[in-house]
Every structure is written in structure tokens, then in C-alpha cells.
């Protein structure tokens, strides 16, 4: 079992930039891929970023290309989500979860979910 715990969520002008971090307990985190999804209201939840293991691979979504970095602290059990440029239309709920299986990008193939952290990007 492990337990996802997300922070750093918040209000941030259009050009703005905010770090998301996601703490991680229970069994070992290094022997999960993780990743970020992120929902807003009336749509699907869509993956924006997940990272291997060992952090060596990271992919991205398109619409994030170029602004979002993934990150893992293997030590400190915590992946981290480096947002930058952020537009209005990155509005939404960021969610990390964990995959015991390979590095996915497809929500239903990850484990454990975290409760969520609430982005606004105002323009």
C-alpha cells in the first residue's frame, strides 16, 4: 500500500509558475514509475507528466512540453512537478499516482491515487 499526498496547489497569475510536490508512504517508493494527471470540471482526467524509476525517463504530454518538469527524490520519497508559463487553460485539479507496472501514461494502469491539489491560473 502506499499513500500519495499532494501539495503546493494554489491561484497564480497567467506567466506564473508554481511547484507541485507529492510525499510518498508506505512500501518502497523507488519500486514505483509515478506520474501527474490533472482533471478539470465536466472533463476526462488526462496525463500530464510521469517519471521511470530511477527519474532517468521522464515523458510529457504535449500541451506541457517545453513548461512542466517531472522530478523524483528517491531519498525523500517525493516527486515534484515544476510548472512554468502557466496558462489559464491549466486550470485544474493535479493529481500524482503511482504504477507498480512500467512507466504509463494511461491513468487506469497506476495503482495508488493522491487526493489532489487544486491549480487556478488566472489570466
Known amino acids: 500500500q502506499v499513500q500519495l499526498v499532494e501539495s503546493g496547489g494554489g491561484l497564480v497569475q497567467a506567466g506564473g509558475s508554481l511547484r507541485l510536490s507529492c510525499a510518498a508512504s508506505?512500501?518502497?517508493?523507488?519500486?514505483?514509475?509515478m506520474g501527474w494527471f490533472r482533471q478539470d470540471a465536466g472533463k476526462e482526467r488526462e496525463f500530464v507528466s510521469a517519471?521511470?524509476?530511477?527519474?532517468?525517463?521522464?515523458f510529457y504530454a504535449d500541451p506541457v512540453k517545453g513548461r512542466f518538469t517531472i522530478s523524483r527524490d528517491n531519498a525523500k520519497n517525493t516527486v515534484y512537478l515544476q510548472m512554468n508559463s502557466l496558462k489559464p487553460e491549466d486550470t485544474a485539479v493535479y493529481y500524482c499516482?503511482?504504477?507498480?507496472?512500467?512507466?504509463?501514461?494511461?491513468?487506469?494502469?497506476?495503482?495508488?491515487w493522491g487526493q489532489g491539489t487544486q491549480v487556478t491560473v488566472s489570466s
Open positions: 499516482a503511482a504504477d507498480a507496472g512500467p512507466v504509463a501514461t494511461i491513468p487506469g494502469r497506476y495503482d495508488y
Open positions: 508506505g512500501r518502497s517508493f523507488s519500486s514505483y514509475a
Open positions: 517519471i521511470s524509476r530511477s527519474g532517468g525517463s521522464t
